[in-house]
């Protein structure tokens, strides 16, 4: 199948790019940077090949080839890997059996993809997916599908056609693709989300084995990925309950996440729970990109520290072996990250890390900096290529990226990567910014997140209950850590204080997202912090194991609404309606019906003139006027008037049904007699299978009569 074929072509291909560019830990992390850099550049071609090609019959087909011609190039002309002090040195990996990596990657897949399977499958073709996803997957899937079944080039969103498209959508692009190379939508999205959840749980692992040179933290952390929520919403819940019988009960067949007791927006939806990866799949593949980042930049700081240590060790005892020599070994040396900016310096003596294995001492070479650049560069482009993968995660890249800057040395490699990051990313923003948008009346700053009149015992108040025990153990973590990891951890934060004090979007509420990718690294410190409480004998691990649980048993909870959700199907496959459109409509057509979200219409990869209204209004399009024109179309009882309105607005067809009656934009003055008695009438619901629907065909002329 090509689909396949294309993916391991794009597997082949990032690790081509990633072999040139960086060093790896483990077999793990070099397949997990594959996956990721190659799903970021092919789709990146292939779509801008694509658009280049918008004019032809067959777009994707050109935007396919383009990507095979320049893998080919690439496995043939890219020139061989440079050599330098830090790609050349090898890793030496801290002491644990790599069965138990396995066995937890294991255990990640399977939770993994119930997790995903459980929210988007395919039923005898239609789609079904989740009610709490309704709205992440009515939109993307329906993008989707204007992809691969209509023609979506240069891209609009299927439910606000006529203006450029503010949304990240290479992922929904590349399934689209997937899909049209004969993979069906479904598999193509939950392929991708399977591949992307691993490669980041791999690269998560491999983060935090660097920083707290620990395998034994690192499987802590990638399990606690999967229950990020530790709200103490669970004490009321479990306070409310009459009896423990009862509780297992309300717990095994809860259909609602639980409820925060605040009465601030999205409060209850799961905003913090991992159920935002399984709906926004974009977003998992994003924060893997941006670990592919972290993980190079802490092996390279931890690299450039332990060389700077070699330099400052006398000239005869430079030849011992740092993973032989016990003398340099010691809980502080194990540092991945340097202790202070002043240990980098060679005058001030040091030691070396168990860690690293440096085969070669001296000054760094020109050479050697230059080749580092590359790699900067490299990673640069990486994270400047995120805003129309997913802006939140390029918006907190970009942010943790510049605490970085502030908190650590080697400031002018930081600033290379930084550098290439706004060259890329900035024009993309931009972009994503432009149209004609609506203005807005909210000023960047806003104190208080989704909090109403918020002060300071409030937020606070807000805050420990949000994450509850988690706070505890980052306090032990960042107690038991050393200069460096406090200071990490402190770059990271700087997200959550962007979440409390900016206001990011028009709607406040997004910045959830930046909470998303700041709960993966505080999930590293707390898996240290329960690693260090619980080595040394079994009342500590007793008591690791009942914090443990103290924090994630409202995470666990929250997994059963999840499980219990209703589903919503959408018909496509053997469908009448889905093949009426497919057959006799144009793949650019637009329709004027009801701004249902997961209208078949839509799945069917046509445009409907004004869809639902929430993706719009969060990307800022211009409601009132879409709105204004929709009544109007809807009202209309002049017949020539009406058909230059609609074509003034490029509308194909009109879809008339029950939704549309009843909807209470149009039902007071509904003109649909205009239109039964004047326009010709092409689909009729005779089976009342889709709520009484009849469209319209709109004529070509002026007029009609």
């Known amino acids: 199948m090509l689909a396949i074929l294309y993916i391991a072509v794009m597997i082949y291909f990032g690790d081509c790019l990633c072999r040139r560019f960086f060093r790896f830990t483990s077999f793990q992390h070099r397949a997990a940077n594959a996956f990721l850099v190659g799903l970021l550049f092919s789709t990146c071609i292939t779509y801008l090949s694509t658009i280049a090609f918008a004019w032809t019959s067959q777009p994707l087909v050109i935007g396919n080839i383009v990507f095979l011609g320049i893998f080919i190039l690439t496995v043939v002309l890219m020139p061989r890997r440079p050599s330098s002090t830090y790609l050349d040195s090898e890793v030496n990996r801290p002491p644990g059996d790599s069965k138990w990596d396995w066995i937890c990657l294991e255990f990640c897949l399977v939770f993994g993809c119930w997790l995903l399977f459980s929210t988007l499958i395919s039923q005898n073709g239609n789609f079904q997916f989740g009610f709490k996803s309704w709205t992440d997957f009515g939109a993307n899937l329906s993008l989707s599908q204007s992809f691969a079944l209509g ?14 498209l503010r949304y990240h959508f290479l992922f929904w692009f590349q399934a689209a693709n997937l899909s049209f190379l004969g993979l069906s939508l479904v598999w193509s999205v939950n392929l991708l989300s399977v591949f992307s959840l691993m490669a980041l749980l791999i690269l998560v692992m491999t983060f935090t084995e660097i920083i707290f040179n620990s395998r034994a933290v690192a499987r802590i952390a990638a399990i606690l990925f999967f229950f990020p929520a530790t709200a103490l919403s669970y004490i009321p819940f479990l306070q409310s309950q009459t009896s423990f019988g009862g509780a297992v009960n309300s717990i095994l067949s809860a259909t609602q996440f639980l409820v925060s007791g605040y009465p601030f927006r999205g409060e209850d939806w799961g905003a913090l729970t991992v159920h935002i ?15 592919v980042v ?22 005869e005892n430079k030849e011992i072996a740092p993973e032989t020599s016990d003398e340099i070994k010691s809980e502080k040396d194990e540092d991945p990250l340097p202790e202070n ?48 993968w997913n802006s939140a995660v390029f918006v907190a890249a970009s942010i943790v990226l510049g605490s970085l800057l502030v908190f650590f040395p080697y400031r002018r490699y930081l600033a290379i990567l930084i550098g290439a ?127 443990a649980f103290a924090m994630i048993f409202g995470a666990i909870i929250d997994l059963f609404p999840v499980r219990n959700d209703a589903k919503i199907i959408v018909p496509h496959k053997n469908d009448r309606l889905t093949g009426w459109v497919l057959e006799n409509t144009k793949p650019s057509d637009v329709f004027l019906t009801y701004p249902l979200l997961t209208h078949p219409i839509l799945f069917s990869g046509r445009k409907i003139f004004f869809g639902n209204t929430l993706f719009a209004w969060s990307a800022g399009y211009d409601l009132t006027a879409r709105e204004a024109a929709y009544r109007r179309m809807f009202q209309e009882r002049n017949v020539d008037e009406l058909v230059r309105l609609l074509h003034e607005n490029k509308i194909a067809y009109v879809a008339i049904d029950d939704s549309v009656r009843g909807n209470a934009l149009t039902k007071a003055s509904l003109n649909d007699f205009v239109y039964e008695d004047y326009f010709e009438k092409v689909f009729e619901d005779t089976e009342r299978r889709y709520h009484n629907l009849t469209i319209y065909k709109v004529p070509a002329g002026n007029s009609g009569n």
């Open 151 to 164: 023609n979506n080039f240069p891209p609009e969103h299927p439910f606000f056609p006529g203006e450029p």
């Open 277 to 291: 990866f399984a709906n926004q799949r974009h977003l998992i593949s994003g924060v893997g990109l941006f670990f």
């Open 341 to 388: 900016d002043e240990i980098v310096q060679p005058e001030t003596g040091g030691e070396i890390p168990a860690a690293v294995n440096i085969p070669a001492v001296g000054n760094s070479s020109r050479k050697d900096f230059w080749v580092d650049v590359q790699t900067l560069l490299f990673s640069g482009l990486l994270i400047g290529l995120l805003p129309y």
């Open 421 to 547: 990051v706004i060259l890329a990313g900035l024009p993309q923003m931009l972009m994503l910014a432009s149209g004609n948008l609506a203005p807005t009346s909210h000023s960047l700053f806003q104190w208080g997140y989704t909090i109403a009149n918020p002060t300071v015992p409030l937020v606070a108040e807000y805050i420990g209950w949000t994450f509850g025990f988690k706070l505890i153990l980052i306090f032990i973590a960042l107690w038991l850590a050393n200069g460096a990891q406090r200071r990490f951890f402190l770059a990271v934060s700087s997200l959550f204080a962007v979440v409390f004090l900016f206001r990011l979007s028009v709607d406040a509420f997004n910045n959830h997202k930046l909470l998303n990718v700041w709960n993966i690294f505080a999930g590293i410190y707390v898996a240290y912090a329960l690693w260090r409480i619980g080595i040394g004998g079994i009342i500590r691990a007793a008591l690791a194991i009942v914090l």
């Open 294 to 315: 972290m993980v190079f930049l802490a092996d390279f700081y931890r690299h450039k520290t332990s060389a700077a240590k070699l330099e400052s060790v006398p000239a």
